[in-house]
T-cell receptor, first 119, second 113 residues
Framework: GAVVSQHPSWVICKSGTSVKIECRSL??????MFWYRQFPKQSLMLMAT?????????EQGVEKDKFLINHASLTLSTLTVTSAHPEDSSFYIC???????????????FGNGTRLTVT | DAKTTQPTSMDCAEGRAANLPCNHS???????VYWYRQIHSQGPQYIIH???NNETNEMASLIITEDRKSSTLILPHATLRDTAVYYC??????????????FGKGTKLSVKP
C-alpha cells in the first residue's frame, strides 16, 4: 500500500531556532501534499497545501514566512518552522495524494507525524 | 465540504462488532464518505470510503443509507488495537480539486477486554 514517511518522528529545539520536517511518498508520486498541525486533545487542522514545482497555499491564519514549505520533487515536501517558539510545539503531520493520473477519489495517505517541542 | 456529526465517544467489548455512526445530512452528490482513524500519537490511517454503495475491505465495512445522509462504519470483531479516534469525513472529489481532508472531532472508540 501507499506509504508516507515523515522524519524526524520527534524533535526538541530551543526557542529561536529553525526545524525542518521531511515528508516523503515512498511508493507513489505526489503532486500535492498537505501539512496538518494537531494540538493536544484537538483534531487535525490543515496548515497548507504543498504543490510540486509551485508555491504552497496557506490556510487563513498560518504565517507563510514562519512555516516555509518546499515541494521540490514528486516524492518530497519539507516544512521548516523558522524562529520556533514554545507555542509552535505541536504534532505536525503530512499527507500525500497520488498524482492526477490516479483516481480522483484516491484516499490521502498520512505520515506518522513529527512531535515538535520548543523549549 | 459537508459537516459531519459523530458521537464523542463509544465503548465496545473485545471481539464484538463496533458500529460507529456518522450523520452527514447536507452531503451533496459529488461528495464521498471517508473513514480514518488515529491511534494515539500516530498519523491518521485510512480505513475505507464510499459514494453510495456499501463497501467492505479487510479492515471494515461501510454502510451508507439510501438517502446518503448517514453512514455506519462496522469493525466486525473489535480488538484492543482498534482503540482510536475514528473520523468520518465527507470530501468533494472532482478533477482539479486539491482533495484535502477537513477533520472534525471524531469518535473516541475504546475497546475493552
Amino acid at each position: 500500500g501507499a506509504v508516507v514517511s515523515q522524519h524526524p518522528s520527534w524533535v526538541i529545539c530551543k526557542s529561536g531556532t529553525s526545524v525542518k520536517i521531511e515528508c516523503r511518498s515512498l511508493d507513489f508520486q505526489a503532486t500535492t501534499m498537505f501539512w496538518y498541525r494537531q494540538f493536544p486533545k484537538q483534531s487535525l487542522m490543515l496548515m497548507a497545501t504543498s504543490n510540486e514545482g509551485s508555491k504552497a497555499t496557506y490556510e487563513q491564519g498560518v504565517e507563510k514566512d514562519k512555516f516555509l514549505i518546499n515541494h521540490a520533487s514528486l516524492t518530497l515536501s519539507t516544512l521548516t518552522v523558522t524562529s520556533a517558539h514554545p507555542e509552535d510545539s505541536s504534532f505536525y503531520i503530512c499527507s500525500a495524494r497520488p498524482t492526477r493520473h490516479s483516481s480522483y477519489n484516491s484516499p490521502l495517505h498520512f505520515g506518522n507525524g513529527t512531535r515538535l517541542t520548543v523549549t | 465540504d459537508a459537516k459531519t456529526t459523530q458521537p464523542t465517544s463509544m465503548d465496545c467489548a473485545e471481539g464484538r462488532a463496533a458500529n460507529l455512526p456518522c450523520n452527514h445530512s447536507t452531503i451533496s452528490g459529488n461528495e464521498y464518505v471517508y473513514w480514518y482513524r488515529q491511534i494515539h500519537s500516530q498519523g491518521p490511517q485510512y480505513i475505507i470510503h464510499g459514494l453510495k454503495n456499501n463497501e467492505t475491505n479487510e479492515m471494515a465495512s461501510l454502510i451508507i443509507t439510501e438517502d446518503r445522509k448517514s453512514s455506519t462504519l462496522i469493525l466486525p470483531h473489535a480488538t484492543l488495537r482498534d482503540t482510536a479516534v475514528y473520523y468520518c469525513i465527507v470530501r468533494v472529489v472532482y478533477q482539479g480539486s486539491q482533495g484535502n481532508l477537513i477533520f472534525g472531532k471524531g469518535t473516541k472508540l475504546s475497546v475493552k477486554p
